[in-house]
């Protein structure tokens, strides 16, 4: 969501009386490359870009083939195979051992269905759709959105195709797996396109400043709360999204917390947090974190024991404390980067290891189960680790 949210900001600067635009998407990948299926390129004729499909490999073939599409205005998909170590096509050596498929469709804003008003409309709702794209043919580009309520948006001009493609969206809501699909033999590229993390910190004490600023340069909306005014000036937190002022007893009423939100309690007093936490647990929210050594945290349970207050198996694999990766974090800077590094493991369902030991692909691939979760807190363990 964050580069889409990029491409369409760049777009909405481009002169149009001027200048011509086109888009380019990764739509297929068959072994290894930088970029997965749905990333993206906005491309202008004056040769600037905004975005990638590649690591900077593919991204000056792909502007001189985006030209012949914007004076043609006509989509074309190119196929990419890096598997050389000289692409004689390229004139580069790429040695990144895949094939890579791109769609290049130029931007016609006078059409009713353009790419930039479907951006646009995915951007705005903040929620998770699934999309389709036609990818070869004489309907190259076509675009088919439903919504997670599974209400159909835009769809395709064929309507027996319409049908077929209804079906593969609502599975892609369960395995969040976008890949091309083959149905009525054509090719239809399948993806589900999720809102960015947004991340509530609770507490706004110094070493909350670095959390915000580098959670910012992700592209998550960020917000701050805490009780005391004096901690959320905004000197203090100059690219957050939003400062709160908000007492403990309001924080369900105050904010909307979502399957999208991560919550991190950082605030150093035990009794707030604790109260936060408690609240926290009747939400949607997958990762709440913690600040502070393990003792603290048993005794928030030893509380909540005596008032009959029990964490669900659920809410085991959602509470993280101690906050963090393992990465030998002893700064605030270097704790951020600990708690947001485990913060996005956690919404992409990975273990946060070292690469070096992962076996196959970085990136998911059609029929790999490669993002199997390791949680480290799950109740049994929790169990045995306090005798």
Same mark, same amino acid.
């Given at each position: 969501?964050?580069?889409?949210?990029?491409?369409?900001?760049?777009?909405?600067?481009?002169?149009?009386?001027?200048?011509?635009?086109?888009?380019?998407?990764?739509?297929?990948?068959?072994?290894?490359?930088?970029?997965?299926?749905?990333?993206?390129?906005?491309?202008?004729?004056?040769?600037?870009?905004?975005?990638?499909?590649?690591?900077?490999?593919?991204?000056?073939?792909?502007?001189?083939?985006?030209?012949?599409?914007?004076?043609?205005?006509?989509?074309?998909?190119?196929?990419?195979?890096?598997?050389?170590?000289?692409?004689?096509?390229?004139?580069?050596?790429?040695?990144?051992?895949?094939?890579?498929?791109?769609?290049?469709?130029?931007?016609?804003?006078?059409?009713?269905?353009?790419?930039?008003?479907?951006?646009?409309?995915?951007?705005?709702?903040?929620?998770?759709?699934?999309?389709?794209?036609?990818?070869?043919?004489?309907?190259?580009?076509?675009?088919?959105?439903?919504?997670?309520?599974?209400?159909?948006?835009?769809?395709?001009?064929?309507?027996?195709?319409?049908?077929?493609?209804?079906?593969?969206?609502?599975?892609?809501?369960?395995?969040?797996?976008?890949?091309?699909?083959?149905?009525?033999?054509?090719?239809?590229?399948?993806?589900?396109?999720?809102?960015?993390?947004?991340?509530?910190?609770?507490?706004?004490?110094?070493?909350?400043?670095?959390?915000?600023?580098?959670?910012?340069?992700?592209?998550?909306?960020?917000?701050?709360?805490?009780?005391?005014?004096?901690?959320?000036?905004? =000197?203090?937190?100059? %690219?957050? *999204?939003?400062?709160? $002022?908000?007492?403990?007893?309001? !924080?369900?009423?105050? /904010? +909307?917390?979502?399957?999208?939100?991560?919550?991190?309690?950082?605030?150093?007093?035990?009794?707030?947090?604790?109260?936060?936490?408690?609240?926290?647990?009747?939400?949607?929210?997958?990762?709440?974190?913690?600040?502070?050594?393990?003792?603290?945290?048993?005794?928030?349970?030893?509380?909540?024991?005596?008032?009959?207050?029990?964490?669900?198996?659920?809410?085991?694999?959602?509470?993280?404390?101690?906050?963090?990766?393992? =990465?030998?974090?002893? %700064?605030? *800077?270097?704790?951020? $980067?600990?708690?947001?590094?485990? !913060?996005?493991?956690? /919404? +992409?369902?990975?273990?946060?290891?070292?690469?070096?030991?992962?076996?196959?692909?970085?990136?998911?691939?059609?029929?790999?189960?490669?993002?199997?979760?390791?949680?480290?807190?799950?109740?049994?363990?929790?169990?045995?680790?306090?005798?």
């Amino acid at each position: 969501m964050k580069e889409l949210k990029t491409i369409l900001e760049a777009f909405k600067k481009v002169d149009l009386s001027q200048h011509k635009a086109a888009l380019a998407t990764v739509v297929n990948v068959k072994g290894s490359s930088y970029r997965s299926p749905g990333a993206r390129m906005l491309i202008t004729d004056d040769g600037k870009w905004v975005g990638s499909i590649s690591g900077g490999c593919l991204e000056g073939d792909a502007l001189r083939k985006a030209r012949k599409v914007m004076i043609e205005n006509k989509p074309m998909t190119i196929t990419y195979d890096t598997r050389e170590e000289s692409n004689q096509n390229l004139g580069i050596g790429l040695g990144c051992n895949g094939v890579i498929d791109v769609l290049i469709e130029p931007i016609d804003t006078e059409a009713k269905s353009n790419t930039i008003t479907l951006i646009e409309q995915i951007v705005s709702q903040n929620q998770p759709v699934a999309l389709a794209t036609r990818v070869h043919g004489e309907f190259a580009g076509e675009k088919y959105l439903l919504d997670q309520n599974q209400q159909i948006q835009f769809e395709f001009s064929d309507a027996d195709l319409n049908k077929k493609v209804f079906h593969e969206l609502v599975d892609v809501f369960h395995h969040h797996r976008s890949e091309p699909k083959f149905i009525q033999e054509e090719e239809i590229f399948i993806e589900l396109i999720q809102p960015v993390i947004s991340l509530i910190i609770f507490g706004g004490g110094f070493d909350a400043r670095p959390v915000s600023t580098l959670a910012k340069s992700l592209g998550w909306n960020v917000q701050v709360t805490d009780e005391c005014v004096s901690h959320i000036a905004p =000197i203090f937190f100059p %690219t957050a *999204d939003k400062l709160s $002022l908000c007492q403990r007893e309001f !924080i369900d009423c105050d /904010f +909307t917390i979502t399957p999208f939100t991560a919550c991190v309690l950082m605030s150093h007093n035990y009794e707030y947090d604790r109260d936060v936490l408690k609240k926290l647990l009747t939400t949607q929210t997958p990762y709440i974190g913690i600040l502070g050594p393990r003792k603290r945290f048993d005794k928030m349970l030893a509380e909540f024991e005596s008032q009959g207050i029990t964490l669900s198996k659920e809410d085991w694999q959602r509470i993280h404390s101690p906050i963090g990766l393992d =990465i030998g974090a002893e %700064t605030p *800077d270097e704790i951020a $980067l600990s708690i947001l590094a485990e !913060i996005q493991s956690k /919404f +992409t369902n990975r273990s946060g290891g070292f690469l070096k030991y992962r076996n196959g692909p970085i990136h998911e691939r059609k029929g790999e189960q490669v993002f199997k979760q390791v949680y480290l807190h799950d109740e049994d363990q929790h169990q045995s680790a306090n005798g």
